[in-house]
């Protein structure tokens, strides 16, 4: 029986109008649009592994930034409301707010382990296979470790089995 592996990148458009403009440019000024249209045989040449190193660490910027204005957020909110239903919906919030960090701290980790893949070699490569991840899932998900293919089993086997 012989499969035949479908890239993830085929779904998105490559516009060959941009395909030679990573040539030109700094990793850190390419666009998502630039890095789908780069060719298939320069998959996680220095210039891609730049351009979502730079990603990754700005994800990671920015979610730092969110984790101050949490703290602030929840610091200006603790005043005494005497009524009951202001006080419930200003904890809800509260709990919405930290829910979401809790989310984000989990991704905190997995932006971490995808950088030292990039130092490491192995970003871009899927853990089960080995096979390109793909351009365009890295874009969509650039903490993706699994091809889709690999993820779609793992997900299958969690519905039929549990986790």
Same mark, same amino acid.
């Given at each position: 029986?012989?499969?035949?592996?479908?890239?993830?990148?085929?779904?998105?458009?490559?516009?060959?109008?941009?395909?030679?403009?990573?040539?030109?440019? +700094? /990793?850190?000024?390419? &666009?998502?649009? %630039?890095?789908? *249209?780069?060719?298939?045989?320069?998959?996680?040449? =220095?210039?891609? $592994?730049?351009?979502?190193?730079?990603?990754?660490?700005?994800?990671?910027?920015?979610?730092?930034?969110?984790?101050?204005?949490?703290?602030?957020?929840?610091?200006?909110?603790?005043?005494?409301?005497?009524? +009951? /239903?202001?006080?419930? &919906?200003?904890? %809800?919030?509260? *709990?919405?707010?930290?829910?979401?960090?809790?989310? =984000?701290?989990? $991704?905190?980790?997995?932006?971490?382990?995808?950088?030292?893949?990039?130092?490491?070699?192995?970003?871009?490569?899927?853990?089960?296979?080995?096979?390109?991840?793909?351009?365009?899932?890295?874009?969509?998900? +650039?903490?993706?470790?699994?091809?889709?293919?690999?993820?779609?089993?793992?997900?299958?086997?969690?519905?039929?089995?549990?986790?």
């Amino acid at each position: 029986m012989t499969t035949t592996l479908q890239t993830p990148v085929a779904a998105a458009k490559k516009d060959p109008k941009l395909a030679n403009n990573w040539k030109t440019k +700094p /990793a850190e000024e390419l &666009t998502d649009a %630039e890095v789908l *249209a780069m060719p298939d045989g320069e998959y996680m040449n =220095e210039k891609q $592994l730049a351009f979502f190193r730079h990603k990754l660490v700005q994800l990671k910027q920015d979610m730092h930034n969110n984790a101050g204005e949490t703290t602030e957020h929840l610091r200006e909110d603790t005043v005494v409301v005497p009524d +009951p /239903a202001d006080r419930a &919906t200003i904890e %809800e919030e509260h *709990a919405l707010e930290l829910r979401t960090r809790d989310r =984000e701290r989990k $991704l905190l980790k997995k932006i971490e382990q995808s950088i030292a893949r990039i130092d490491a070699g192995d970003y871009g490569y899927c853990d089960e296979t080995g096979e390109p991840i793909g351009v365009g899932r890295l874009l969509a998900r +650039p903490t993706a470790t699994l091809s889709l293919e690999a993820q779609q089993r793992r997900e299958l086997k969690q519905k039929m089995f549990g986790d």
